[in-house]
């Protein structure tokens, strides 16, 4: 795939830009984690845990995403329920003020999403500066920018869910977003609305939205984690108490609240923008819809095929190969390998062992880790052959 | 006085950055009795090669793999420093003596560690050179162990 790299002439100014901007913040990301080391040591550095913190803030929406669903009521108006008006705004005043701690338990759900799309941009950025995306980790970069599109939209639905003006009018903005789209666009507007007008039904589309999707990243989530070993899911305990004192901290010095409830009469034009998550209805109030959208499809695409699009630095992977008749199939560098590019098939017959190690080549990233595990020299980095390694130890070794 | 032995440093070329440092024939300008080797990482390292090393008459080995938690293949400096510690299989023979090897787990800003730690080594190895040459060669069990 990246075979010819390095034949290539280094006179590409733009390739030459961009590897110094690289490994300058290749350097800077370094020296920060460095520094952070210094005090905490590398055990409890979150920069090391830069992947499993989204993960666990997801885990804490889960659980407070549950307590809200318990008094939720996905309608905008259920008045016959009793004398009083019965509705989204009126459970989620309910749960706010009324249930105890129920305004705890929904800040943490408002300030964890804003925490987890925080995180995944920092974890992003950290793999994009330690030019950790492409080659055989193309499909963590790939389901990455899939699951940074749902995480925003999750996070979208739940701020239609309360259903104050501010909803309202992003309901709306979202209508004619939809609208404005060639071919899908109404059919969508109507999946959306889950009819032609905002009802009750739509309300209940949008949690349907909001917990269904929530429930699709776990299936995007294992695509993410499927080709790595011993993915790293979770930061330590301590590392954990830290994250979720942080958002009770937030939690109590900005508690949440809505604003007035919404009415379809009414024509709310002003709101206040979540920036994690709002920022593209920022940018549709300040832009024509078709370039909009044209910016926000040419953004996806560009981050999607960003490791292709960036063919540079490193040199291109040379799979490892096993020595078919050293190898004894105890399985030890299948064990290890980072990226389970190696599998254990039956050994051939005449064979004296049961199994054969064999590597699965589009996804070996030509480490060696194999070969550092191998004790009978049965599997090789064809460019650095262990036993020219041995030679030039024993030769220096040796020498005066 | 005993001769001048070589110190092997076995380092993941995104450890300490130490290209600067090796003349065309992989030793350290300032340090000709180190030799540095380099690796994709420090992962691929194998036990195998340190007892090697030493047995060929390397004076020590330096491990040096990049900080622990950060590896650009995932898990290649913990792989190594379990095997060292004999917490994974392919291990250290027990034969090897732990006093001449070390494992450093420096990021690659560090080259500046690396060469304290490298120096504080190569003299340490030094007096246990010329404090094993005094012990008779016969003796197999050591009476007295040499301060290190």
């Known amino acids: 795939m990246t075979s010819s790299v390095k034949n290539e002439p280094e006179n590409n100014w733009f390739k030459q830009i961009y590897n110094h901007f690289i490994d300058g913040a290749n350097k800077l990301t370094l020296a920060i984690e460095d520094i952070t080391n210094i005090f905490i040591t590398s055990k409890y550095n979150p920069f090391y845990y830069h992947g499993a913190l989204p993960q666990f803030y997801l885990w804490v929406l889960f659980i407070s995403g549950l307590l809200l669903f318990a008094y939720y009521i996905p309608t905008i108006d259920n008045a016959y329920l009793s004398n009083k008006l019965v509705n989204a705004w009126t459970s989620v005043d309910y749960i706010t003020n009324t249930l105890p701690f129920g305004g705890v338990v929904r800040g943490i759900h408002r300030y964890a999403g804003d925490a987890m799309v925080l995180f995944i941009f920092l974890h992003a950025i950290r793999v994009w500066f330690t030019d950790r995306y492409r080659q ?16 925003l939209f999750i996070g979208q639905t739940g701020y239609y869910l309360v259903w104050d ?39 209940s589309n949008f949690l349907f939205i909001h917990i269904g999707l929530s429930f699709a990243l776990l299936f995007v989530l294992w695509l993410h984690y499927v080709r790595m070993t011993r993915p790293v899911l979770t930061p330590p305990p301590a590392v ?17 609240s809505s604003g007035t409830m919404a009415n379809l009469n009414s024509q709310p034009n002003a709101y206040d923008i979540d920036w994690f998550f709002l920022f593209n209805y920022w940018l549709m109030a300040h832009m024509p819809m078709n370039v909009f959208w044209i910016s926000m ?16 630095i490193s040199a291109p992977v040379i799979p490892a190969e096993v020595v078919i008749d050293k190898c004894t199939g105890c399985s030890l560098c299948y064990r290890d390998c980072p990226y389970q590019a190696i599998e254990m098939v039956p050994a051939p017959a005449g064979s ?33 052959p262990d036993a020219s390694v041995l030679t030039e130890i024993k030769s220096f070794a040796g020498a005066k | 006085m005993a001769e001048k032995k070589t110190v092997i440093t076995l380092v993941c070329e995104r450890a300490a950055d130490l290209n600067d440092l090796l003349d065309s024939q992989g030793n350290i300008t300032d340090m000709s009795d180190v030799h540095v080797v380099k690796f994709p990482c420090s992962g691929m390292i194998q036990p195998l090669m340190i007892e090697a090393a030493l047995k060929a008459g390397a004076s020590g080995v ?20 379990e095997r060292l510690l004999g917490e994974r299989p392919p291990g250290l023979k027990k034969t090897v003596d ?33 404090a094993e040459a005094a012990v008779p060669k016969t003796e197999p069990t050591k009476a007295a162990p040499p301060s290190p």
């Open chain 2, 62 to 81: 330096i491990v040096c793999g990049c900080q622990i938690g950060d590896c650009y293949y995932r898990e290649g400096n913990k792989m190594i420093k």
């Open chain 1, 240 to 256: 954990n108490f830290i994250l979720v004192g942080a958002i009770l901290l937030i939690v109590f010095l900005i508690p949440i």
């Open chain 1, 297 to 312: 499809t040419a953004a996806a695409v560009i981050a999607t095929i960003l490791p292709w699009f960036v063919k540079t």
């Open chain 1, 165 to 203: 003006e501010r909803s309202l009018l992003l309901t709306r903005m979202t209508v004619s977003a939809l609208d404005a789209l060639p071919l899908i666009g109404g059919p969508l507007k109507t999946w959306f609305l889950n009819g032609d007008t905002i009802t009750n039904l739509t309300l």
């Open chain 2, 98 to 130: 732990r006093r001449r090897v070390i494992a450093l787990w420096l990021s690659r800003m560090q080259k500046q560690r690396f060469i304290s730690e490298a120096k504080e080594f190569v003299y340490r190895m030094q007096a246990l050179d010329i």
């Open chain 1, 352 to 384: 004296r062992f049961k199994l054969l190690a064999t590597v699965n080549i589009p996804r070996c990233s030509s480490c060696g880790i194999c070969v550092g595990a191998c004790a009978f020299d049965a599997i090789d980095l064809p460019q650095l």
């Open chain 1, 136 to 151: 055989y980790r193309w499909i963590q970069w790939v389901t990455g920018v899939i699951l940074l599109l749902m995480v």
